[in-house]
């Protein structure tokens, strides 16, 4: 397979369906209209002019005096309610004032007594719910002096019936919340597949007749294209996936931040999910994941066979309908109270219908191992047959529709004179989806992680390693998967090498030790104190000298290993390569400030921000990533280690690194003395750039992505700042 070739197709779908005009319409109305919805009671606020907390006056119209005295001493104490005893109801829809309300008392021979509530309007519930409990207890309170019960004896004739349903062939148990979860499941299988099949046959069917198919075709082969087309449509459901989930926590956030105040945070979870449902959600996973790429394969192939975009619908809805049989077959046969005979369990091996099928046998604990294992092998047998199969089918239906086109049609677009303003909105797309996927991937795995971590190994670890060991893997998926994201974009074109000798790369790095401890003296112990910025974010982690190894090495590993080697193969290796094209400074100043801005607090950020220019200027002029990593490691390792060392291993290490300190002072004053080094260094950073040049750079922020990505970094950093101070 020619793998470059696919990449670049699908990287163009990437590009292509993300800045459609129409999916961006569609996401800002989603973002606005989440924000809104999330935050009613906060606009409401906003809107309502400011003013005391009204009383609510009940009259009380209890001309038997069956509960007058008890009703009111139950209100002694609150000042919220005012309570006014009266003989006639006068009251109508004209002269009836807000937050007032009559309650009737009226005399029954079974009930003992029975209440009339007039208001106005509806009462909301946190004035209603008091009045009504206190009605209810005024009412016990008769009913226990009519019939001479005690409290216990009416409490017991309040209660429902326990009833206990044994049902010998199946397990009941839970039949409420498995149900729920088996129509969850079908749901989300059905509602994933028909937006997959929707949009993968509308984007064949306007390849076809825009003529575009067969010009790929021509350098790619069938079966390329259409892995291609299945995967960047798969990718585009994935993003637009993280997108929802972003928009959530961007809402979420706004909502928050006035009430940040009243919040706490903890870094580790106190949920161990049984493993029942750990396997329940992994066979979700496993089988809609195997059949939607079996689905996208025979749905491409019957949308390349039409002629028009009404065919290509007409075969989602022949899918959809095929779908949907699935979906209502699973809701009917297979429930918590009846058991699963022969025919229906092999039935349930099929595929396609074991998407629905075996999750909801795992639900209703109906399900055998033979079923798992044929159902599996069955879907990894027919998967790379039917895509054999049909990729000379999807061929042939792309060319048979478009073999009369013009030979001389132009099929690539000119330059224009948007070419600039195309690059840096490309450049905004690359990085905004970088840092969406970074964002969204942590937060899904770590639902994930929360589920499956806990329960897997919580007889091996404590509550804090598991935290630990969440946090760590966490950094390698989501800056590994955003690396590799943004250096796909990245020109392929042969770098020019740096010849540096091993003695020059030592002492680039006692010069970058020497700077970094600088900036990190004059931050920590002058600005930061002055600023209010001084608060430890290591205060967060519990681990100490007297914590076990495991423990210590986890703590090692997390805060100063896997930093070290992801967020430079992300910020500097990622990020610097593929923004080089745009100028070395730009690249050095741009690469710095996302670094500082995802740290999401202005302690870390402004010191990350600095470090920062200092690794981007040394990968700029070694091209050599290990030689940041190596500095990162130790400027994290050093305040990480010294958490777990016992003190005389504290002094030892201070010792070491004060001695790379002050050997990288040396080297750093004789670099400014020397005159050759110093026009090494003027040269580097001399910046010939004027206002014109300058202005380009502004088309980065009119990729939508980009500013997607931006609000959401700037409401994390707003709402981190609160819970830190």
Request: hydrophobic share 50%; glycine share 2%; charged share 15%.
């Given at each position: ?8 197709i699908i990287?163009?779908?990437?590009y ?17 209209s989440v924000i809104?919805?999330m ?23 209890d ?8 009703f009111?001493?139950q ?5 919220n ?20 309300a ?7 021979e ?7 509530f ?6 909301v ?8 409990e206190?009605?209810?207890k005024?009412?016990?309170t ?6 001479n ?16 349903r044994?049902m010998l ?16 499941s079908s749901?989300?299988t059905y ?11 509308n ?6 007749q ?8 021509t ?13 960047s ?7 637009q ?40 959600i ?11 790429i079996?689905?996208?394969?025979i ?18 809805s ?12 699973t809701?009917q ?30 639900v209703?604990?109906?399900i ?18 039917t ?37 840096m909105?490309?450049?905004?797309f ?8 970074y ?9 994930l ?6 329960s897997?190994?919580h ?9 630990m ?12 998967i ?7 974009y ?11 000798s ?9 010069i970058?030790?020497?700077?970094i401890?600088?900036?990190q ?41 896997t ?6 193969l992300f ?17 050095l ?5 996302l670094f500082?801005?995802i740290?999401?607090n ?7 921000f ?17 030689l940041?990593?190596?500095?990162h ?12 060392l ?11 690194i004060?001695i ?11 670099a ?31 990729d ?6 931006l ?7 707003i ?7």
């Amino acid at each position: 397979m020619n793998y470059t070739k696919v990449k670049e197709i699908i990287k163009f779908s990437l590009y292509r369906d993300i800045q459609n005009k129409w999916f961006i319409i569609f996401n800002v109305i989603t973002l606005i209209s989440v924000i809104l919805i999330m935050n009613l009671n906060n606009i409401s606020s906003l809107l309502k002019p400011l003013q005391t907390e009204n009383i609510f006056e009940i009259a009380l119209l209890d001309n038997n005096h069956l509960i007058e005295d008890d009703f009111i001493s139950q209100f002694t104490e609150n000042e919220n309610f005012k309570i006014t005893p009266i003989t006639e109801n006068t009251y109508t829809s004209e002269n009836i004032p807000n937050d007032f309300a009559i309650i009737e008392v009226i005399p029954d021979e079974e009930l003992v007594v029975k209440f009339k509530f007039t208001s106005k309007e509806g009462i909301v519930n946190s004035i209603y719910t008091p009045i009504q409990e206190a009605l209810q207890k005024c009412r016990n309170t008769l009913f226990e002096e009519k019939y001479n019960l005690d409290e216990n004896t009416l409490k017991t004739l309040q209660s429902n019936l326990p009833i206990e349903r044994i049902m010998l062939s199946v397990d009941a148990e839970d039949s409420t919340l498995k149900d729920y979860m088996k129509l969850f499941s079908s749901a989300f299988t059905y509602i994933l597949t028909i937006f997959l099949f929707s949009k993968l046959a509308n984007e064949i069917s306007q390849e076809k007749q825009s003529k575009s198919s067969e010009y790929i075709l021509t350098t790619v082969s069938a079966k390329e294209y259409l892995f291609a087309k299945l995967f960047s449509n798969i990718a585009i459901l994935i993003i637009q996936g993280i997108f929802l989930l972003i928009y959530y926590y961007i809402a979420a956030m706004i909502a928050s931040i006035p009430l940040m105040a009243e919040m706490d945070i903890s870094l580790s979870s106190n949920f161990v999910f049984s493993f029942d449902i750990v396997l329940y959600i992994l066979a979700l996973l496993i089988y809609n994941v195997l059949n939607i790429i079996l689905l996208c394969i025979i749905q491409a192939t019957l949308s390349a066979k039409t002629a028009s975009s009404a065919e290509a619908g007409n075969t989602v809805s022949l899918l959809a309908f095929i779908m949907i049989i699935g979906y209502i077959l699973t809701l009917q046969v297979i429930t918590p109270y009846t058991k699963v005979n022969l025919w229906l369990a092999i039935i349930s091996c099929l595929p396609i219908i074991s998407a629905y099928f075996i999750p909801a046998l795992m639900v209703v604990g109906q399900i055998h191992v033979w079923q798992i294992i044929l159902s599996l092998a069955l879907l990894f047998v027919l998967i790379p047959t039917t895509f054999h199969f049909c990729s000379k089918i999807f061929k042939n239906g792309i060319l048979d529709y478009t073999k009369r086109k013009n030979k001389h049609q132009k099929t690539e677009n000119a330059l224009t004179q948007n070419l600039i303003k195309r690059k840096m909105k490309e450049l905004g797309f690359v990085v905004g989806i970088a840092i969406l996927l970074y964002v969204g991937i942590q937060t899904i795995l770590s639902l994930l992680f929360s589920i499956f971590l806990p329960s897997l190994l919580h007889n091996i670890f404590n509550q804090e390693e598991i935290s630990m060991l969440m946090q760590l893997l966490l950094q390698i998926f989501s800056l590994g998967i955003a690396s590799a994201f943004v250096l796909a974009y990245c020109n392929k074109t042969p770098k020019e090498e740096k010849n540096i000798s091993f003695s020059q790369k030592a002492k680039i790095i006692l010069i970058g030790i020497f700077i970094i401890f600088v900036l990190q003296i004059l931050l920590s112990y002058i600005l930061y104190p002055k600023i209010g910025l001084d608060y430890d974010i290591t205060e967060m982690f519990t681990t100490s000298q007297e914590s076990s190894w495991i423990s210590k090495i986890i703590l090692i590993l997390t805060l100063a290993v896997t930093p070290a080697i992801f967020e430079e193969l992300f910020f500097r290796k990622a990020i610097i390569d593929f923004t080089l094209p745009y100028g070395k400074n730009f690249a050095l100043l741009f690469s710095a400030l996302l670094f500082g801005l995802i740290h999401m607090n202005l302690s870390q950020g402004l010191f990350a921000f600095l470090i920062g220019l200092v690794f981007a200027t040394i990968y700029i002029y070694t091209k050599d990533i290990k030689l940041t990593m190596i500095i990162h490691f130790i400027n994290n390792g050093f305040a990480t280690i010294t958490m777990v060392l016992p003190e005389y291993g504290i002094i030892i290490l201070t010792m070491t690194i004060f001695i790379l300190f002050i050997a990288g002072f040396v080297l750093s004053v004789r670099a400014l003395i020397k005159k050759s080094s110093r026009e090494k260094i003027i040269s580097f950073f001399k910046m010939p750039l004027s206002f014109s040049a300058l202005k380009k750079y502004k088309y980065v922020f009119t990729d939508f992505t980009f500013d997607v990505s931006l609000l959401l970094v700037l409401c994390m950093s707003i709402l981190t700042e609160n819970l830190l101070r």
